[in-house]
């Protein structure tokens, strides 16, 4: 069900200790500013025309502009997750239902008793403590989580727990161990994207030292979490690996690439090929599978041999 857009007066609440921005309004009369008078050709005064509204940058039925600036990149990083849970659970949704998942995204990110962190300390505060602090508070309510989740299958339970240990969370590396236990877009996307987006120029370590993690990003990537442990407690993640989650964004290139395969008379298409054979590699799907599609989808059962990885 949609969502109302968030208040300045519910930002505030949330500890962002922001300087609203010209066009935020109040319901005070006496904080209104009156256009001034302007005088005409004849003497006489006339109001001013009021400036045309300029468009609205629309994330669902939340209006960006209508935010102070933290809860402007709070939004921002709603739509990031809702991009994410879109691999997971739709990634075919358009129209209202688009909107609805972007509203559940950004209700769920401002939930504080989700979290075990004091959200309505103000913002400043957070940003005098050590990113270390950040992220241990996550790792203590997501860890609290999996142990209130006592349904949740034990290995399920127990790889939870491997990702939780060291941080491990945190990583998109698909030949360690541990993080290819965790399988979840949405946690991925938000945390390597938002915060360690520049980890390749800076390093990880780097950033944790200078650049404190914001608020914001906080209570996001901790939502995000919680709805990884969720899709395990429901099972909706326990039989399916990153291929049968992330299998639409790239079957389309896969069948695209098929068609150079073939044609090594030059070196763009010797480097297709290579690409077209290390993506089958990775998909586990073969030119015969391909060769059925006829430019089309690559349909499911080419994938019913796949098999878990080890």
């Given amino acids: 069900m949609p969502m109302a857009p968030v208040s300045l007066q519910q930002s505030q ?7 609203p921005p010209p066009h935020a309004s109040s319901s005070s009369s006496s904080d209104v500013m009156t256009p001034p008078d302007v005088p ?10 009021p400036s045309p509204t300029p468009p609205q940058r629309i994330i669902g039925k939340a209006l960006i502009r209508n935010h102070m600036p933290a809860e402007q990149t709070l939004l921002g990083e709603a739509k990031k997750v809702y991009w994410g849970l879109l691999g997971a659970l739709n990634p075919y949704a358009e129209g209202a ?15 504080e008793r ?13 940003l005098s403590q050590t990113t270390s602090k950040f992220r241990t508070r996550i790792v203590e309510a997501a860890r609290a ?23 491990a969370f945190i990583y998109q590396d698909a030949s360690d161990q541990t993080s290819r236990i965790f399988r979840s877009p949405a946690l991925t996307e938000v945390i390597n994207g938002v915060w360690f987006r520049d980890k390749d120029a800076l390093g990880i370590a780097m950033k944790a030292l200078y650049h404190p993690v914001r608020f914001e990003t906080i209570a996001i990537a901790a ?27 790239y079957e389309d290139h896969l069948a695209t690439l098929h068609s150079f395969k073939s044609k090594k008379a030059n070196a763009s298409a010797t480097l297709q090929v290579w ?18 599609t006829r430019g089309g989808r690559i349909p499911s059962s080419a994938f019913d041999h796949e098999e878990d990885d080890d």
């Avoid at 609805?100 to 990110?109: H, M, P, S």
């Avoid at 989700?114 to 957070?126: G, M």
């Avoid at 586990?284 to 059925?292: A, E, P």
């Fill in 114 to 126: 989700r979290l075990d962190i004091p959200l309505k300390a103000t913002h400043s505060a957070y």
């Fill in 145 to 167: 989580a999996v142990k209130s989740h006592y349904i949740t299958p034990f290995v399920i339970s127990k790889g939870v727990e491997n990702l939780l240990d060291g941080m």
């Fill in 13 to 19: 609440t949330a500890g962002h200790k922001c300087t």
């Fill in 40 to 49: 005409t050709v004849s003497g006489l005064k006339r109001r001013r025309s």
């Fill in 275 to 292: 690409m077209f054979e290390q993506a089958c590699a990775h998909a586990r799907v073969t030119s015969k599978d391909l060769d059925q």
């Fill in 97 to 111: 239902e688009k909107g609805e998942l972007i509203q559940d995204a950004l209700r769920t990110a401002q939930k």
């Fill in 223 to 249: 939502a995000a979490v919680e709805w990884a442990l969720e899709e395990w407690k429901s099972g909706t993640l326990e039989a399916k690996d990153w291929r049968s989650i992330e299998r639409w964004r």
